[in-house]
């Protein structure tokens, strides 16, 4: 576990405890960033990243951008937005 900003995280078996070289650059750089709407630590955020990539999907954030910009077409389209 590590103490971040007075929180405790979990870091081993969640991804967090895997090196940076382990990832894809160009995901775990896009997950850092999308993290940071969580955190404004960009250690923590690098840890939720770690996790999504690991847990989840290892292509966790282009699938995550792909979803998001359908669900604006869509709401584009059948919302009048």
Not at 1 to 15: F, K, Q, S
Not at 44 to 62: F, N, T
Request: charged letters at 30%; a negative charge; hydrophobic letters at 35%.
């Amino acid at each position: 576990m590590a103490r971040i900003n007075g929180v405790w995280l979990i870091l081993t078996g969640e991804g967090g405890d895997y090196p940076d070289s382990y990832f894809d650059p160009e995901q775990l750089h896009k997950g850092v960033i999308v993290e940071f709407e969580h955190t404004s630590d960009p250690r923590v955020a690098k840890i939720i990243a770690k996790h999504h990539l690991v847990i989840d999907h290892p292509y966790y954030y282009d699938y995550l951008e792909k979803i998001e910009n359908e669900m604006k077409e869509d709401i584009k389209r059948n919302w009048d937005i």
